[in-house]
């Protein structure tokens, strides 16, 4: 299976502050990498597919980047909203693996 | 708008059965597949398997094969999660989430599973 490791697994950012959370593959996956957030009591919600595509309605100040086996999530101005815990997924190859999280909050 | 409607909580015994519906709505059914996540409390995102809605054949990761079941009901657009003999360890929330290729794209609100003596 293909281990998803992402960093860090929490972090505190300012409003307006620049945040970046990485994810590395065991393999390479050719950009098959999504990003999701998820807030306390709720579903995930698909942020970036395609390493660097922006899902429909999602805020432009989420940006992914990446290739080969090392991807990132970058947030350019962090909003209060933004708060909640940060998820990667390779969708290379089944079964599809997530990374363990990166919390998200205020500081 | 696209939605996944997933049935309420569930309290069961060790050893019970548990059926949990999603409910889809917003695309035709039958065009992706629907993918079924295990969160356990405080935990990460883990894949169980996906069921193919055209066709109703079921594929199940490794941790997931044996007790788990995955069915349809295409005429209401609905796809199922059964648990069989349930486990201390099932207790969790159970999420589906349409399947656009190899990406979760929607996903339902989940059904927290509690298994209690």
């Known amino acids: 299976d293909i281990q998803m490791t992402q960093s860090p697994a929490s972090l505190s950012a300012s409003l307006g502050e620049t945040v970046t959370i990485q994810c590395r593959a065991s393999e390479d996956i050719y950009s098959g990498l999504a990003w999701y957030q998820q807030k306390p009591g709720k579903s995930p919600q698909l942020l970036i597919y395609g390493a660097s595509s922006l899902q429909d309605g999602v805020p432009s100040r989420f940006s992914g980047s990446g290739s080969g086996t090392q991807y990132s999530l970058k947030i350019s101005s962090m909003q209060t909203e933004d708060e909640g815990v940060y998820f990667c997924?390779?969708?290379?190859?089944?079964?599809?693996?997530f990374g363990s999280g990166t919390k998200l909050e205020i500081k | 708008q696209i939605q996944l409607v997933q049935s309420g909580p569930e309290l069961k015994k060790p050893g019970e059965s548990v059926k949990i519906s999603c409910k889809a709505s917003?695309?035709?059914?039958?065009?992706?597949?629907m993918y079924w996540v295990k969160q356990a409390p405080g935990q990460g995102l883990q894949y169980m398997g996906w069921i193919n809605t055209e066709t109703g054949k079921p594929t199940y990761a490794d941790d997931f094969k044996g007790r788990f079941v995955f069915f349809l009901e295409t005429s209401a657009s609905t796809a199922y999660l059964q648990i069989n003999n349930l486990k201390n360890e099932d207790m969790a929330t159970y999420f589906c989430?349409?399947?656009?290729?190899?990406?979760?794209?929607?996903w339902g609100q989940g059904v927290m599973v509690t298994v209690s003596s």
């Open positions: 917003g695309y035709t059914f039958t065009n992706y597949g």
């Open positions: 997924q390779q969708g290379l190859k089944y079964p599809l693996t």
């Open positions: 989430a349409r399947g656009n290729w190899e990406l979760p794209d929607y």
